[in-house]
């Protein structure tokens, strides 16, 4: 994993070990792969049996992808012992996600004690070049497991 920010050894563990503890992120094979403070970013290879009925990744695979990658943005800034819950996302499909694989890009883009709001992006990959098919605002929740 990689990103801009330095990312501090307990973190990227951190945020690794909540994503692998996702059974639905392990049963569609994604992968988290770019981690920076405030920004994470998920792949998603193309399977015929996640897309929808005219081969496109189905709408509520490619708002899967995208709330994760949304959730473990701000994940990115809680302190040890701190979880994360999505409150609420609105996204707004652009284009059709037909790809080789697909990547979901979450961004913190307001930090806050108990809210934090992220711009959700899901870009499907074909012959190396990018199509931005679903953007969206999210709210997730800072949470302290009982």
Known sequence: MSGGAVVS????ARVQASFARQ?????MGAQLRVMAPGRVEIRLAHRADLSQQNGFLHAGISTTIADSAGGYAAFSLFEPG???LT????MNFLAPASGEYYVATGTVLKPGRRLTVCQAEV???RDGRPTLCVVGLMT???????
């Open 9 to 12: 050894d307990e973190l990227a």
């Open 23 to 27: 059974g639905v992120m392990a049963m």
């Open 82 to 84: 701190e979880d994360v």
């Open 87 to 90: 409150s609420e996302f609105k």
């Open 123 to 125: 870009h499907a990959w």
């Open 140 to 146: 997730t929740v800072r949470v302290t497991p009982r």
